[in-house]
């Protein structure tokens, strides 16, 4: 049985280049844990349809069991990893711990993940509005107050 074509692919991981060969048909998420060792991003439904595996590409909120690596080839891929600072925790991870936006913290990297890009959108001003940008990560323990509550009490500190 002849044996699937591989492909090199390159791309920047938070902060870190990394460059595989890879199967043609694998996952960014396969990618991230298995070759890089990231465990953040989480292997949830494989479907798109949890949110755990959210990290940002280029920025901007992915689903990364629904992107092919060979899709991030020369990208920039960040994971729940990645940021946190040098003086510690990033301030929407303190925030969660603040409140109690987790429970079993296995959607915990994704919805942070999400939250980030919530955080950055400045049309994003009312609760429900946060509500509905993070319908799609879903959470399991139902910690969803907790974790709109960190998300406006961030933007508020933003506004002042």
Do not use: W
């Not at 692919?9 to 844990?33: C, F, K, Y």
């Not at 959108?121 to 799609?136: C, K, N, V």
């Amino acid at each position: 049985m002849p044996q699937p074509a591989t492909l090199t692919v390159s791309l920047l991981v938070n902060g870190r280049r990394i460059a595989a060969e890879i199967d043609p048909r694998r996952t960014l998420l396969d990618l991230l844990r298995e070759d890089c060792g990231l465990t953040g991003p989480k292997k949830g439904c494989d479907h798109g349809q949890c949110g755990a595996c959210t990290v940002h590409v280029d920025g901007k909120r992915m689903l990364s069991c629904l992107k092919l690596a060979a899709c991030a080839d020369g990208h920039a891929v960040t994971t729940i990893e990645g940021i946190a600072g040098e003086a510690g925790l990033h301030p929407l991870q303190q925030a969660f711990i603040d409140h109690d936006a987790f429970q079993c913290g296995y959607c915990t990297s994704g919805q942070i993940m999400s939250a980030l890009e919530a955080l950055a959108d400045p049309a994003l001003t009312t609760r429900a509005q946060i509500q509905e940008f993070m319908s799609g990560n879903l959470c399991r323990c139902g910690a969803y107050n907790g974790i709109v509550d960190a998300i406006m009490d961030l933007k508020a500190d933003a506004q002042l």
